[in-house]
């Protein structure tokens, strides 16, 4: 069956449909990393836009369930060259062309994604539509196109209750440790040879609370702070502040999210009453850029964001380079920057924009970036390891 899909500048694409039968108006984005769709698919950052994917060849290992970053797949809209019918993994699942038929994604495939990708880039991220009917009206289509906003999608994917997800009891290469350098895990084990308790808790979160505000969290952010060791209680974005302080956290953490920051007037109300604590806070990119509209700084939207698994950021107090896995469309605006309340972190190689802050007299940092990384490389992954050790300095302060 023929698909097409239409941009709000007139462009047009013809293709072949794949996912589910239905027409959708969404943002279109484009992911540039070569491996983990199905991470993509799941990242509740992506809900109220369509994805295209600019490797060639998509659902080549299929579905493999085990993956997903949440309980269902987020965007409005899937794009690629090329789909894979016939998966090659043994740890497969189902077909991406099934997931999509069961979750009621539609997409489309066989249009030149490379072309659809220079124009977003060029003329910057624009509204689309995805459609199989051949007999499309642009004259009705495109003053819906221009007229859509995503909204407010936080409400959408945050979870609707509380709940705990227990530390990791292991202490083998699959538990708190996982990850570090061969130096930490010596270290570790050296701590436990030599009874000292304080060499152990830098290395590890066990013992420590963590109140992780779910603005559209993925999975592997809950995950990557419970394999150190720490306690994780969930908390949905409309939570107040002052429930989480009356639960005496040792640290708390904002997740990444969709949408406009700005949108969350009421989720901006409470974090600066989170900021107003003495709390130990590590935010990531939406949970960054909240935290920077609540202490008096500003965001714009990029051109056509960074949203793939590599991305380079340097961190301005080592030097050190990462390379990271980032979803964004929105970034702190650095020039209405206070460097009383914070300082610029992390800077992005290829464009020069904010990539995290440092703030001024508190046990606060933040990232743009995704330093739990599925998809991606985890360079930064050793940021949960700085979290864990503010908060053992701010619980033993």
């Not at 987020?74 to 019918?85: A, C, N, Q």
């Not at 290395?203 to 060791?229: C, E, P, Q």
């Not at 949970?287 to 991305?311: E, I, V």
């Not at 992005?348 to 606060?364: A, C, M, P, Q, R």
Request: negative net charge; charged residues 25%.
């Amino acid at each position: 069956m023929k698909a097409f899909l239409i941009l709000e500048d007139g462009t047009l694409f013809e293709g072949i449909h794949i996912g589910a039968e239905r027409e959708i108006i969404s943002e279109i984005v484009f992911n540039t990393s070569m491996a983990g769709y199905l991470e993509v698919l799941t990242d509740p950052s992506y809900a109220g836009q369509a994805v295209c994917m600019t490797y060639p060849l998509i659902g080549n290992y299929g579905i493999c369930k085990d993956d997903m970053e949440s309980s269902r797949p987020w965007p409005d809209g899937f794009i690629v060259r090329e789909l894979s019918r016939i998966p090659s993994n043994f740890r497969c699942d189902m077909t991406i062309q099934q997931f999509l038929e069961e979750n009621g994604i539609p997409g489309i495939a066989g249009i030149d994604t490379r072309a659809l990708v220079r124009i977003l880039r060029e003329k910057g991220t624009m509204n689309g539509m995805i459609t199989t009917n051949e007999k499309y009206d642009l004259e009705e289509i495109l003053p819906k196109l221009k007229a859509y906003t995503t909204g407010k999608v936080v409400d959408l994917v945050t979870c609707r209750e509380k709940y705990t997800l227990s530390a990791a009891q292991d202490l083998s290469d699959n538990g708190p440790v996982s990850g570090s350098s061969q130096f930490k895990k010596e270290a570790y084990e050296r701590g436990i040879r030599e009874k000292k308790p304080s060499m152990v808790r830098e290395l590890t979160g066990r013992g420590l609370k963590v109140a992780l505000l779910d603005l559209g969290a993925k999975g592997n952010i809950a995950r990557s702070l419970a394999a150190k060791g720490c306690e994780v209680t969930v908390y949905p974005a409309f939570t107040t502040a002052q429930e989480i302080i009356d639960a005496k956290p040792d640290g708390i953490m904002l997740s990444n999210g969709p949408g406009d920051p700005k949108e969350c007037r009421e989720v901006i109300e409470q974090v600066k009453k989170l900021y107003d604590t003495d709390i130990t806070i590590f935010a990531i990119c939406l949970g960054h850029q909240l935290m920077a509209l609540a202490t008096g700084a500003d965001t714009y939207k990029m051109k056509y964001g960074h949203r793939g698994g590599n991305h380079p950021v340097k961190d301005l107090e080592t030097g050190r380079v990462y390379i990271s896995s980032q979803n964004h469309g929105y970034v702190v605006d650095t020039k209405k920057l206070d460097p009383r309340v914070a300082v610029p972190a992390f800077e992005n190689v290829n464009d020069g924009t904010n990539e995290g802050l440092s703030y001024t007299g508190k046990h606060i940092f933040t990232v743009q970036f995704h330093p739990e990384a599925c998809p991606g490389p985890q360079d930064s992954g050793e940021l949960f390891e700085r979290f864990i050790k503010m908060m053992w300095r701010g619980k033993n302060a």
